[in-house]
């Protein structure tokens, strides 16, 4: 037991780390442009909506996510439109120049329908950021070898952590259990199907970054993400229509 507490106290420290490199990587991503129009999708509490935003020198900014999250919006610069992301998005074609989802996509079922709308209410010439939990990264392929479940989708059933003795996801348990569906992993995608699966509907894959890499920080995980993003704890995918 005091081993396991102390792993989970490193994995703790090192998540937090790699967090912050990996939005910051994502910010990277984002190419300004004059009062562009922007939509992020899966907005949350809108805090890195709004840096976002600024990075982009947005004009017009819109959120979305599920109903539930409209109480918890901390910017009403942003026009929030309750929407399931699984479902057609209710935007017109070419409506937006910037695209971006930040850890959305895991929680989603319907993944191709997502990529396919995204495109759709693209601009041409316009592009989308994706940043979203790596299945092939190191700590999901040894908790496989441990015969456990791997450390992204070890949380969302029944509202317990299960599969997994050193999962750190407690954070992420919720109160109302009719919020389960949102905040469960649902398909998590490996480096290879990520880039594919841009690719198959029709983006231009222009950048693909890696953030965290087990069991390292700072400079050191920076380094083996970015020559190794294939196991790399996070990804970050940028694509053109």
Partial sequence: MVIIKLIKKYSFFIFKDWWNEEVKQFISCITPKKNCRLIDLGCGDGELTIKFANKAKAGYVVGVDSISMKKHLKDKKIKFVPTNLNH????????????????????????????RESKRILKKGGYTVVGTDNLSNWANIIALIMGWQPFVTSYGVANKILGNPLSIAEGWLVEDEDELGELSHNKVLAHKMLVDAYKEFGFKVEKVVGAGYLPFFGRTAKFLAKIDRRHSHFLVIKARK
């Avoid at 209710?90 to 990529?115: C, K, M, R, W």
């Fill in 88 to 115: 057609k998005l209710p935007f017109a074609d070419n409506s937006f120049d910037v695209v971006l989802s930040q850890f959305s996509l895991e929680h989603l079922y319907n993944t191709g329908l997502f990529i």
